[in-house]
């Protein structure tokens, strides 16, 4: 049992190594969930009154995490990964395995606040699973062998740092490699070139080679430096999105592991070209394993002179990297959310404009961009515009890293040039009787085989690197509700439309899924997908209805096979359910309902 004298001291530990900056909140507040296996009334009280936030604020930030309570957590603390791909491995009947033998539930903590049990989104293991996170840590490919050995080591207390190490092993299962993955990265040439050219001149060279962000919008990569160096304010900042929350995405997971050096002379050189001296490495909490390789990775650098002051010896060039981690939200993907994140506070959208590239963290102009994006700036600074353009398409050059899971003999990580097709892949992974693929995530598309000549590119399948595969032994209808279920959890309440919009996709789907659906829930469906779509305040409930809407568009027949022949059954009033929201917010105009002349 902690005391409170435990707690002061823990707390006052960590608000001195964060600098007692209340930009550091959820940071100070990681470490104490860390440690204490929670964070206590205590430690509220004594954030709140030296870094001079509300303790409702305070609140408001740990409940707006997933890996964050109030409560005690066990100190052994469980997370099976629930993505679709883990569950078609197993990951539901070992998670049930081991909540018997282990005399919990999921979803529980056992009552001696020994063991905690529960499901996560999407622990980022999707060619190495069913996973599951220990205390933080990852649990790959477990069996029920596996779990019978976990079982024995919690009932003997042993503590996690002394487990086997091959119970944590992540292996990078590299299958194919190409521009980025096959060509070596002196340390610093890339910035030694952004030195000698100039800005302008590499700036240029981006531009020619086309590099556009790998995170799947495709902005231009050189049009966002441009914009953020051209901005009348003497800081800028360089922002690393490694937030990878995608679910069926790994493969900045590998790059973090085996090209970590790749990366920080990326965002170094980017640094060199907009005048940037601060720059955060935002890493998903689900990669806490990584923290501590990365950090020794940029101490390396900064050994070497490529990090810190004077970089390469050329006075006035500082700039140093710090890792911020999150807490399992999965909307800090995206980047104002982000940036919201690293200044401590909750990642709630921000309304665009501005944009972050000339008002982003703390209102410094600041570039934001993925690994993938990093990387492949370092090596054109490297190999030049030329070089890069000889792969893929005109609009869409270079390469594409792609994280293929499911239904394959081959899952892992895939390097291919722009303009490659679905059938090219699939024949290359060992896919056989492939009834669909998932291309981007949920938010993303649905491609059936009749489409399996479409391309990897920014005009055809976009993609930020999520390929799963699903055979004709799967239930299509199994996954767009593990995906729906997905942004039910992961909408972050800020907007009505996708707040209620999400539940009430949820319920329409379980309705077909139960054959109680007819024709009608269809065409509610439709109507609330229409509104999300239309009303929402960001991308995510923009694309949430897409699981659905894209799968009954493609594969009408996994719906019309379990709809009932009655005309109508009424199970909730869709306008009626919305009044709530028309309360908390005032409305009662037109547009706030589903009739009366709203959508
Ligand atoms: S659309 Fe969803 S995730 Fe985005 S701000 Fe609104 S509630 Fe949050």
Redesign the pocket.
Known sequence: MMSERDIQETTGRLLEKWGREPVNLLQILIALQQSLHHIPDQAVDLLSSTLNISQASIEGVIGFYSFLHTSPRGEYDILFSDNIIDQMLGSRSLATQLAERLCTNPGDTRCDKHISLDYTSCTGMGDQGPAALINGYPLTSLTPERIDRITALVEMEVPVTEWPEELFHVSDNIHRRDLLLDSDLPPGRAIESALTQGAGRLLDSLGNAGLRGRGGAGFKTADKWRFCLQAAQEQRVVVCNADEGEPGTFKDRVLLQRYADRLFEGMTLCAAVVGAQKGFLYLRGEYLYLREPLEQELEQRRSNGLLGQAILGREGFDFDITIHLGAGAY?CG?ESALIESLEGKRG??RIRPPFPVTHGYLGYPTVVNNVETFIAAAMIAVYGADWFRAKGTEASTGTKLLSISGDCQRPGIYEYPFGTTLSEILDDCGAEETQAVQIAGPAGHWVAPEEFHRTIAFEDLATGGSFMIFNRSRSLLEAVKNFTNFFVH??????T???VG?TLLKKQLNKILNTHATRKDLESIETIGTLMQET???????T?ANPILTSMKKFPLIYKSRLRTTSFEPTFDLDASLEEARLATGRDDPGAHLKRGGV
């Open positions: 909307i995206e709630i959208p992961e909408s972050c309440g800020f907007c439309p996708c707040r999400t929402s305040h960001c991308g995510l409930g923009q949430a």
